[in-house]
């Protein structure tokens, strides 16, 4: 099994462009995040999927958007990019959200803004 | 507001030596997650624990629900536990959703 897997790993933007993040697991789970990861902050929620089809907003959701339109991929939309969201994005699922699911996370894709 | 403190922030270390990092939160939980971030940016959950203690090889975690306190020991430090560590407690309390909030990590250096 991959995993979690996310595509690209690198990439640098200008202020303007958009671009997608690509998240895949094979792992059947239902829950999918996506995070960022900021020098001096913990990790943040952007948005989640509870399953197929369904979207919900994180802590901090503006300038992003989401869609998972298979269970096993779980895609992170940049419409037009700013340097404030330069930064190390993570993407994670589990198989179920309780308190107590183990997430698994991808390697990780660091996006710079110019 | 859920919040979960870590101390210390970083860490250094001498080979051998036994570590203890801390992990504070400020709600009622019933889980909390313990999550290793290697030095090239992976990041693997160790230990997720409700009550008492769970050890894995030479980690150990311990949780006291009372005092809203978790502690990560590492016994016999060794280099390749250089890493961040990260608690985790979930945002919710007995909530279905159970998305996490996580501690800004302790960034912990061990010495040869």
């Known amino acids: 099994n991959a995993g979690v897997t996310q595509t690209p790993k690198f990439r640098v933007l200008k202020t303007g462009q958009s671009m997608t993040l690509l998240c895949a697991q094979d792992?059947?789970?239902?829950?999918m995040y996506w995070y960022r990861q900021d020098p001096g902050m913990g990790l943040r929620l952007i948005h989640y999927?509870?399953?197929?089809?369904?979207?919900a907003k994180g802590e901090v959701p503006d300038g992003y958007n989401v869609s998972r339109l298979k269970k096993q991929n779980f895609l992170l939309g940049l419409e037009s990019a700013a340097p404030s969201q330069t930064s190390v994005y993570f993407c994670?699922?589990?198989?179920?959200?309780?308190?107590?699911?183990?997430?698994?996370f991808g390697p990780g894709t660091r996006l710079t803004v110019l | 507001k859920n919040e979960v403190e870590q101390s210390p922030q970083n860490l250094t270390a001498q080979e051998g030596e036994f570590i203890t990092i801390n992990c504070s939160y400020s709600?009622?939980?019933?889980?909390l997650h313990w999550l290793q971030q290697h030095p090239g940016g992976g990041i693997v959950s160790l230990f997720m624990?409700?009550?008492g203690k769970k050890k894995h090889g030479r980690l150990i975690a311990t949780i006291n629900i009372q005092e809203k306190h978790s502690s990560l020991h590492i016994t016999a430090s060794h280099p390749r536990d250089s890493a961040v560590y990260i608690c985790?407690?979930?945002?919710?309390?007995?909530?279905?959703?159970?998305?996490?909030?996580f501690g800004k990590g302790t960034k912990l250096s061990v010495k040869p």
């Open positions: 624990l409700s009550s």
């Open positions: 792992m059947n789970h239902e829950y």
């Open positions: 709600v009622g939980i019933s889980a």
């Open positions: 985790a407690a979930p945002m919710n309390y007995g909530g279905s959703q159970g998305n996490l909030i």
């Open positions: 999927s509870v399953g197929e089809g369904t979207t």
């Open positions: 994670a699922s589990s198989y179920l959200g309780r308190d107590g699911d183990t997430q698994y």
